[in-house]
């Protein structure tokens, strides 16, 4: 079975809003893992 590509990408706004949420030290472990996740849906940025 070939493998289906994710389509499922997270907004530009939402991913700042994770980028955030990673950087300030005072947000929870599950704060930080869906964070994570929301980024890693993100498509790679051409320079």
Known sequence: ??????????S????SAAGRVLRD???SKAAK?????ALTQRP???K
């Open 1 to 10: 079975m070939a493998k289906r590509k994710n389509s499922e990408v997270t």
């Open 33 to 37: 893992t869906a964070a994570a996740s």
């Open 44 to 46: 790679n940025q051409k």
């Open 25 to 27: 030290p005072k947000s």
């Open 12 to 15: 530009k706004k939402a991913a």
